[in-house]
Each structure stands twice: as C-alpha cells, then as structure tokens.
C-alpha cells in the first residue's frame, strides 16, 4: 500500500478547493442576469500621474435596479466627487467573461446621445477582479 504524503495531500485539497471556486465563483455565472447579479456593489481602479504624482480613484457602483455612479477621488484622504451615473445591462455573458452595455447620463441636452451608449467586453480575473477589453483592471471594493 502506498503511503500518501503530507505536500501531496495538500496539493489534493488545493486542487478540490480551486476547482470549487472556479465552478461557485463569477466563471459559474453564465447567463446575464447572472452575470448582473455578481456585478453589483462598488469596484475600483487607482492609477498615479506620472508626472505629478498624484494617485486618482475611480469608484464605480452598480445598483439592482440598473442604474449606476461613478466617482474620482484625487489624493489620499480628499473625499470623492460625483462625475456620472447612468444604466448598464449584462447583455451576453459566458464562463470567461460578458458583455457589458453602458448608457450614461447625458449632463447637456446639446450632447450628441451616440456618444451616450458603448458596449464593451469584460473578462472575471478572479471573484473580485474584472478586466475591459482596454487592459484596465477594476477590484471589488464593496458588495
């Protein structure tokens, strides 16, 4: 009878413990009212200026009903401005990633409203993490 070791256990359960997120996680998700219902809450995205120096956040929230905001806060402890709102939909979604459909809400009635509306392809990187299609990454802040 062979003898199991103890790393060879871990690994085991590392494996089983992997494959149950991937298959409960976001990447389960494969429908889009799925995909919607893990998108919800606040997600957020910290580039610096290179030449300034100053870090800025971007804060997004996406609410049941649809309806989302955007915020930016610029330095450490500088409280969070308002820059957007408006509706999103999950409109295709599969195990690696979805669609995304944003209509923001247009501040002037002179704004052209084809600049209103994009969709764009988003990939799950983790339970927390998600990608665009431009290489940004956003992590969940708050569910």
Same mark, same amino acid.
């Given at each position: 009878m062979k003898q199991t070791t103890i790393p060879a256990c871990r690994q085991a359960i590392t494996t089983l413990l992997l494959a149950g997120l991937v298959l409960c996680g976001p990447a389960a998700a494969q429908t889009p009212k799925e995909t919607g219902q893990q998108?919800?809450?606040?997600? *957020? *995205?910290? /580039?610096?200026?290179? /030449?300034?120096?100053?870090?800025e956040t971007l804060i997004l929230e996406f609410r049941a009903d649809g309806s989302y905001l955007t915020s930016l806060r610029s330095g450490g402890f500088q409280?969070?401005?308002?820059?957007?709102?408006?509706?999103?939909? @999950?409109?295709?979604?599969?195990? *690696?990633?979805?669609?995304?459909?944003?209509e923001r809400a247009l501040k002037e009635p002179e704004a052209d409203k084809a600049d209103a509306s994009e969709s764009q392809q988003i990939?799950?990187?983790?339970?927390?993490s998600l990608q665009a299609a431009d290489? *940004?990454? @956003?992590r969940r802040v708050k569910k």
């Open positions: 998108l919800l809450g606040r997600w *957020s *995205s910290t /580039e610096t200026d290179k /030449e300034t120096g100053v870090a409280p969070a401005k308002f820059t957007g709102a408006g509706r999103y939909a @999950v409109t295709a979604a599969d195990k *690696s990633g979805f669609t995304l459909k944003v990939k799950w990187l983790d339970p927390d290489g *940004s990454i @956003v």
